[in-house]
């Protein structure tokens, strides 16, 4: 596991800087824009749908006994509990210490 990390690491920044070396010569002055600025743009288009997935988390439900999810009424949280039930699983609150680790 740690092998392909490495090994798509180094092929992923290979790739990048040949693609950052062509719109650095290609792209410069192209619509009143230098270079460097198409440079930002081009890095930061991948991170937008990362910062719209990261935001979705801080909204996501935890668990129906402890969300504080504003979509869901009363009625929701308890149909969430039954169907946790019903599967199998269980819905506890789960206690976590960073002091224990």
């Known amino acids: 596991m740690r092998r392909s990390n490495l090994l798509a ?3 992923g920044q290979a790739k990048s800087s040949y693609i950052q070396s062509g719109l650095h010569s290609s792209m410069d002055r192209r619509h009143d824009l230098a270079a ?7 890095d930061g288009i ?3 749908p990362m910062i719209v997935l990261g935001l ?8 129906p006994h402890n969300t504080t999810f504003f979509c869901l009424n009363g ?6 509990k039954a169907r946790i039930e019903e599967d199998g699983k269980v819905s506890k609150k789960i206690e976590f210490d960073a002091l224990e680790i």
């Open 9 to 11: 690491g180094i092929i």
């Open 75 to 80: 009625w929701e949280k308890q149909r969430a």
């Open 46 to 48: 991948p991170d937008i």
């Open 56 to 63: 979705g988390f801080l909204f996501l439900p935890y668990y």
């Open 36 to 42: 460097w600025q198409w440079l930002f743009i081009f």
